[in-house]
């Protein structure tokens, strides 16, 4: 079955999930949510000049999420490494998470949520960094969301609409 599958490629991925975790020396941080499963990514950015052009070096990701969207923003945080800017906007979450395969019709906002911590990373700023302070970072993604939005109004909690048509 086609959700076996799919089930089978999400487990491989969380098994050894790559790039999760806080990157402290970012250039860019998004941070999204789904309101109706009350899942939450956030994805860092760092940049770099390769032949003359801005070229994404790394990505890291944390998720207060499903398996699904942990396996997709492990594998996007991977795929995306290389492509300039434009080209990260321009892909879809299905394609950021091509590896799992046909996603299963209640799996698809999975995906479109590590689509759009993408998005508002690469149209956000450097996060607040002191750089050595990494001990003092907040503990967890909901603390440190906290903490920033009441601190930080560049920072933008953006709930996803699940009824948006995509594409
Ligand atoms: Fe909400 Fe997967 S169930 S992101």
Redesign the pocket.
């Known amino acids: 079955m086609m959700s076996d599958d799919f089930q089978k490629r999400v487990e491989e991925s969380i098994r050894n999930p790559r790039n999760m975790g806080e990157m402290t020396d970012a250039d860019a941080v998004g941070t999204v949510g ?1 309101p ?4 939450m ?1 956030r994805m860092w950015l760092k940049y770099k000049v390769e032949n003359g052009q801005k070229v994404i070096d790394k990505a890291s990701f944390q998720s207060f ?5 942990i396996a997709a923003a492990s594998l996007a945080t991977e795929l995306i490494r290389g492509k300039t800017p434009e080209e990260a906007a321009n892909m879809s979450g299905s394609e950021l998470a091509a590896d799992l395969g046909p996603l299963p019709p ?2 698809i ?2 995906t479109q ?1 590590i689509e759009e911590a993408l998005r508002s990373a690469l149209i956000t700023k450097k996060p607040e960094v002191v750089p050595g302070a990494e001990t003092s970072a907040p503990a967890s993604l909901i603390d440190s969301l906290d903490n920033e939005t009441s601190k930080d109004s560049s920072l933008k909690l953006v709930f996803l609409d699940s009824d948006e048509q995509k594409r």
């Open positions: 789904n109706g499963c009350g899942d990514v999420g499903c398996e699904t969207a209640t799996k906002h999975c949520l």
